[in-house]
């Protein structure tokens, strides 16, 4: 994996360099230099043999058309609530004048800027809306005025041939019917731009007070240390200059909160229809992983893994809610106040049942206390206070906060001495930290610095109700991970456990990376420091650099590069989640596919998704494609001459990919190699032998040689066994222990039946050949058994297994030198065969 990523990267930095030298080429070449290859179509009369064929089908369309056109139900929506929203946006403008006198806390401008935010949103979805009918009527408008030119060509060309008066009439009616059409249209798009306008007219003004309420929250009177107040103690003797009646601008009304939720809702029913569907496909999710850790058993000794089983399988119920919640949460998150407000109260009571759990028993009821706190925040918002009283909250409330954190972990030091999990130590460690941040807040209320104060305890009580959300969001997420990885494995014949133990834990270490960078955006972003870094790393990397005719920013290098990094890792998940090694079948198991169709499909999806990250990663870059003429021209010279092995390689791989000659897990025989085909590539495909070794050979070999599949349709092969007897032996006895042979073992397929036969007289023998099927990958170990079955019931029936025998017969000569030889070869066999006697003694 690790050099695979390697490879990766190296590709991409070369890519990079080239599409960078690409840009200072393209560049130097006019804009103007495109090739026009639009038709332009014009309109001709019908010859009058077709008009009555034609009358016929025009006044279907023209039905057609003004159905089409006829006022959605959309439209004349947002045009009948506009006039309320242009009055709503008028007294809050007004609203936010008095706001601003107030002088208000940073919470409550955020609340505002936020509500605002909405109101911009709301307008935009209308603006988009009419846009598209806008652009509907547009396409309408220009095949109407084709259609109009077409019907007046041939009204004036039936004049001309002075066909029968009917004909004519019909032929102009229609033309006239197609002009009132138009001109329909054209007032329709008319009327719409007109509310377009309208409605950015409004958006103006939401954006100016969006802006005013930025420019005085980023004014100086809101820095931390900027005296805003009097000591605490000259609060109560001074009377202050404070208007309470600008000062109940702040709250917000419940009842208004209400009714803008109902508005909300009633307006974006079409959100609330995918909201839906997301919801399904969660409980989908949820059950399927759930029934997977019933039916297969998960028994990892790993407690975090353990721990992840346990939230998807004893509380899926608390699960669905949290998700449905926090989904809901970001799906609507222009949604009024109140209403989120809400959602964050249910997640964190949801969360009770996900958390206390894996909590140690002093700390279980922390999560109440954080609730509270969440509670007391929220009250700000709907309550109003005077400033004094605003000041005795915020210190009755840092003082809670003290007191709680002292009730939990109190002996701090014999406290942090017991073994605890991995979250109750977390906050034990954050108990200096509170400490720390309530006394700053408690000392800055009373000296008069309230922004200190509102920033110090704002970090303490939803600081704690941030870490909390993602805790339980942790949790759900390792189970979610853990439940598909061990889904992905248990549809398989047969995994590495180990393989799978590695990408569980793998997974669980991603998701805590990903979790604590979200947790940290949301904290820069609570503590309002999330948007000036943003601001500040925008401007770093949208900065213009040139390196002689070269102009780009690292912004445009970042995109590019991401689109790569993301289009391999989503080519890469599809691979895993359609893997379809060992009859596995991936996430399509339940269609019961043929064996190598997942592949395919994998194949196609990943090279499409690779085409198309090619394609908008060049796109970031502001590259013109139809500038790549020149360089395909060049690619194909280079694939005719240099790149025939390569592109002969890649077409053998589609072939073996979709004509699924050999699969994944095939074993096959190819130029005298044998193995088991482990991967199958479209250059290359690699094939494991039996001795152990990885062979990696090009596709092109696998098509143009004789491939010798042992299982692609059928996994059983025949084992043939030859076995000679003596001529002693009673053949048809033989035969009988042959097949009885073949049937005791157990990996012999009873069906077909296993063969013995008679083969033929031997010098010295008389030959048999036993047949029998198996399965593929127990051929060689049944061989071996069966024919130890042989030798032993031969032995024990007495029938001899011959060997081949010579006789050396030493010829008499008269000769005596002949007879000295063969008396001194005579002599030397006789003293070899005592020897061996001897050392056999």
């Known amino acids: 994996m690790f050099s695979n990523c390697k490879l990766f990267l190296r590709t991409i930095t070369l890519i990079t360099f080239l599409f960078i030298s690409f840009i200072s080429y393209s560049q130097n070449i006019d804009s103007e230099q495109q090739i026009d290859s639009t038709i332009v179509n014009k309109p001709e009369a019908i010859h009058v043999i077709n008009i009555i064929q034609n009358l016929e089908s025009i006044n279907e369309e023209i039905v057609h058309i003004n159905k089409k056109i006829s006022p959605q139900s959309n439209i004349l929506k947002i045009d009948s609530l506009y006039p309320n929203q242009e009055d709503l946006i008028q007294k809050q ?80 009616s229609v033309w006239n019917n197609l ?46 240390f900027y005296l805003r107040h009097l000591p605490i103690w000259k609060s109560f003797t001074k009377k202050s200059n404070r208007n309470p009646e600008a000062e109940k601008e702040e709250v917000e009304s419940i009842n208004e909160n209400f009714y803008e939720s109902f508005q909300f809702f009633k307006v974006n029913q079409q959100k609330i229809h995918v909201y839906l569907i997301i919801i399904v496909i969660i409980v989908l999710l949820i059950r399927l992983l759930r029934k997977t850790f019933i039916k297969h058993s998960f028994n990892e000794e790993d407690e975090s893994l353990q721990k992840a089983k346990d939230v998807i399988l004893k509380n899926y119920l608390a699960v669905f809610l949290f998700l449905v919640l926090l989904i809901a949460k970001f799906f609507f998150i222009n949604a009024p106040m109140l209403f989120g407000n809400l959602l964050i109260f249910f997640i964190l009571l949801d969360s009770v049942l996900l958390v206390q759990p894996y909590m140690f028993n002093r700390f279980k009821k922390v999560i109440y206390f954080i609730i509270l706190f ?27 906060v003290i007191g709680s954190v002292y009730y939990f972990t109190h002996p701090y030091l014999k406290t942090k001495k017991i073994k605890l999990s991995k979250f109750s130590l977390l906050i034990i460690k954050l108990t200096p930290y509170i400490y720390t941040l309530s006394i700053i807040s408690i000392t800055s209320n009373v000296l008069g610095y309230t922004n200190l104060t509102d920033i110090a ?127 596995g079948g991936g996430i399509l198991k339940f269609l019961n596919l043929p064996k ?82 482990s991967r199958v590539g479209i250059r290359s495909s690699n094939i494991s032998t039996f001795d152990g070794a990885e062979v990696v050979v090009p596709n092109n070999n696998l098509i143009s040689n004789d491939l010798i599949n042992w299982t692609l349709s059928d996994n059983t092969k025949r084992v043939e066994i030859n076995i000679g007897t003596t001529y002693d032996a009673n053949p048809n006895d033989v035969l009988k222990i042959l097949s009885g042979a073949a049937l005791e073992n157990n990996d012999v397929l009873k069906t077909p039946p296993p063969i013995a036969l008679f083969n033929d007289f031997g010098d010295s023998s008389l030959n048999y050949k036993l047949l029998f099927w198996v399965h593929y990958s127990l051929g060689l170990q049944a061989k071996s058994d069966v024919s130890i079955i042989i030798y032993n019931k031969f032995k024990e029936l007495g029938i001899e297994i011959p060997f081949p025998q010579q006789d050396i017969h030493i010829k008499n000569s008269s ?19 005592d020897r061996q006697n001897k050392s056999k003694e």
Request: glycine share 4%; charged share 20%.
């Open 93 to 172: 403008k007004l609203h936010v004048e008095n706001f601003i006198k107030s002088n208000p806390n940073r919470q409550k401008i955020d609340n505002l800027i936020k509500k605002w935010n909405s109101h911009y949103d709301y307008l935009s979805d209308w603006q988009s809306t009419i846009n598209q009918a806008n652009s509907r009527n547009l396409i309408l408008y220009d095949e109407v005025s084709f259609k109009e030119k077409t019907w007046e060509l041939t009204y004036q060309n039936a004049l001309e041939k002075e066909i029968p008066n009917d004909v004519l009439h019909d032929t102009k």
């Open 179 to 224: 002009t009132n059409v138009k001109n329909t249209i054209a007032k329709e798009n008319n009327d719409l731009l007109l509310l377009e306008s309208k409605i950015n007219s409004q958006k103006t003004i939401v954006t100016e007070v969006i802006d005013s309420l930025i420019v005085l929250k980023n004014s100086k009177v809101y820095n931390l």
């Open 374 to 400: 969440y509670l007391m925040d929220a009250l700000k918002t709907y309550i109003w206070f005077s400033t004094l009283q605003y000041r005795i909250y915020l210190l009755f409330e840092a003082f809670i």
């Open 457 to 583: 305890l704002k970090i303490c009580t939803q600081g704690c109700v941030y870490l909390i959300i993602f805790y339980c969001l942790l949790l759900i997420s390792n189970g979610i991970s853990t439940g598909i990885i061990h889904f992905h494995f248990s549809s398989k014949e047969s995994y590495d456990q180990q393989t799978k133990l590695k990408i569980e834990r793998k997974a669980l270490v991603i998701n805590r990376v990903i979790a604590f960078i979200f947790w940290i955006l949301f904290f820069l972003k609570m503590i309002d420091l999330l948007s000036p870094i943003s601001s500040y790393l925008n401007d770093i990397i949208t900065e213009p650099y040139q390196i002689g005719s070269i102009t780009f920013n690292i912004k445009v290098i970042l995109v590019f590069i991401q689109i790569l990094i993301i289009s391999y890792l989503i080519t890469h998940l599809i691979s895993t989640i359609f893997d379809d090694t060992h009859g």
């Open 596 to 677: 190598g169709i997942p592949a395919a499909i994998s194949l196609v999806l990943r090279y499409f998704i690779i085409g198309l990250g090619f394609v908008l990663a060049v796109s970031s870059l502001g590259i013109d494609l139809s500038k790549f003429n020149l360089m395909a021209g060049a690619l194909g010279l280079g694939i005719g001459f240099g790149l025939q092995t390569i592109i002969s390689n890649f077409v053998s791989g589609l072939i073996l990919v979709f004509e699924r000659p050999m699969l994944p897990g095939d074993t096959i025989e190819v130029n005298n190699l044998i193995g088991t085909v």
């Open 815 to 833: 000769n005596k030198t002949d007879t000295n030889v063969s008396t001194e070869f005579m002599t030397k066999l006789d003293e070899d065969n």
